[in-house]
């Protein structure tokens, strides 16, 4: 964040583990941080999941039923397949490539913060989260913004 923003006064609302992309919340309000980051306000967050190899529709309904963790069962997602995002951005470095394994593309809405919880859940019904981007933090959406983008709300 440091490369992009030089105030001190902004926090970071919600994170992004080391290998996920997409929409990064900063805000200089507290109460807004705390209610964007805090599990128990629930607040939703979208995420495109790109998976190994061809989703059934079980592991959906998996999904759409809340997925039993190490740290217990989460809570319902909502869950389903869509196309390659088109608007979406070349990842660098790459996604590990394999000629002979499919993938597919999930849009999942979850009302959780667990640690690197769509990663777990995907694996969990058996297709390990290869590329995770997050488009919207309750009502706000990444849009057209490109990596290392910003707008001011």
Do not use: C
């Not at 495109?48 to 989460?74: F, N, P, Y």
């Amino acid at each position: 964040m440091s490369n992009y923003f030089n105030d001190p006064a902004l926090r970071v609302a919600g994170r992004l583990d080391y290998d996920s992309e997409g929409l990064l919340l900063l805000s200089d309000d507290g109460r807004l941080v705390q209610k964007i980051s805090n599990p128990r306000f629930n607040l939703e967050k979208t995420y495109w999941a790109q998976v190994e190899g061809e989703i059934t529709r079980d592991a959906i309904a998996h999904l759409r039923s809340g997925v039993v963790l190490k740290d217990g069962k989460t809570r319902p997602a909502k869950a389903k397949l869509i196309e390659e995002p088109a608007n979406l951005w070349t990842r660098d470095p790459p996604i590990r490539y394999r000629a002979n394994i499919p993938t597919s593309w999930l849009e999942l809405t979850i009302s959780e913060g667990r640690n690197r919880q769509v990663r777990r859940m995907t694996a969990a019904v058996g297709f390990p989260t290869l590329r995770l981007v997050r488009i919207r933090v309750g009502d706000w959406k990444l849009g057209e913004l490109k990596p290392g983008e910003s707008i001011e709300a």
